[in-house]
């Protein structure tokens, strides 16, 4: 079946504008998660959601970060006045189960996106 | 919290040469563990996970990893080394509900 989706996979912006990211996850997967990928950071989680509710936000660096899930699929990270340091990779993940509803760490697999790399200029 | 170390940001081998890329973990609780590989201008994707079923474990292209608790480690091997295999390769441990990342190792085979 189709894999995690993102659009766009590339967006050039002009700082202090806004941008949307969008993830499309596998079909019936209930946990989605966002990472961003930078040269000076390496792989850095953002925010988990399970369903369309985020239990963990404390990867999001600063309150210009936001995101929602509606319908529990679609999921859209915001960023708000971005800055030169938000550019990166932006990842998408989705797994089968969420956390915590078979053991307290998750041993399922993540599958990974392809990445919006975002440029802010 | 948990932790990852990839030792050897860079690694370089020969094609048909032995591939060792290594990992080590800091965790209080046992692990779950994962590498997973990512190609240029590509999402990554899962090589192989340890779970506590096996301390050996095979993954996808060819490429294993064995979970040694006394060594804390769980380094990725391959027997041979083929071209294709160049990509930057990363070591992650499940923490509740996310991944944590090593800084990742990029492999480059020579012909």
């Known amino acids: 079946g189709a894999g995690v989706s993102q659009s766009p996979s590339n967006k050039v912006t002009e700082k202090g504008k806004d941008v949307e990211l969008r993830c499309d996850p596998i079909s019936g997967h209930t946990a989605l998660y966002w990472y961003r990928q930078s040269l000076g950071q390496g792989l850095e989680f953002l925010i988990y959601?399970?369903?369309?509710?985020?239990?963990?936000k404390s990867g999001l660096p600063s309150d210009r970060f936001s995101a929602e899930r509606t319908g529990g699929s679609v999921s859209t990270l915001t960023i708000q006045r971005t800055q030169q340091e938000d550019s990166a990779v932006y990842l998408c993940?989705?797994?089968?189960?969420?956390?915590?509803?078979?053991?307290?760490?998750?041993?399922?697999?993540?599958?990974f996106g392809p990445g919006t790399r975002l440029t802010v200029l | 919290a948990q932790s990852v170390t990839q030792l050897g940001s860079h690694v370089s081998v020969s094609e048909g040469a032995l591939v060792l890329l290594r990992c080590n973990y800091s965790?209080?609780?046992?692990?779950?563990l994962f590498w997973y590989v990512q190609y240029p201008n590509q999402g990554l994707q899962l090589l192989l996970k340890y779970t506590s079923a096996a301390t050996l474990v095979k993954g996808i292209n060819g490429f294993e990893a064995e979970f040694k608790k006394s060594e804390t480690s769980f380094h990725l091997t391959k027997p041979s080394a083929h071209m294709s295999d160049a990509a930057e390769y990363f070591c992650?441990?499940?923490?509740?509900?996310?991944?944590?990342f090593g800084t990742g190792t990029r492999l480059q085979v020579f012909p």
């Open positions: 992650a441990v499940s923490e509740f509900d996310k991944l944590i």
């Open positions: 993940a989705s797994s089968l189960r969420a956390p915590g509803q078979g053991t307290p760490t998750s041993t399922d697999t993540q599958y």
């Open positions: 959601f399970q369903g369309n509710s985020a239990p963990d």
């Open positions: 965790s209080s609780v046992p692990p779950y």
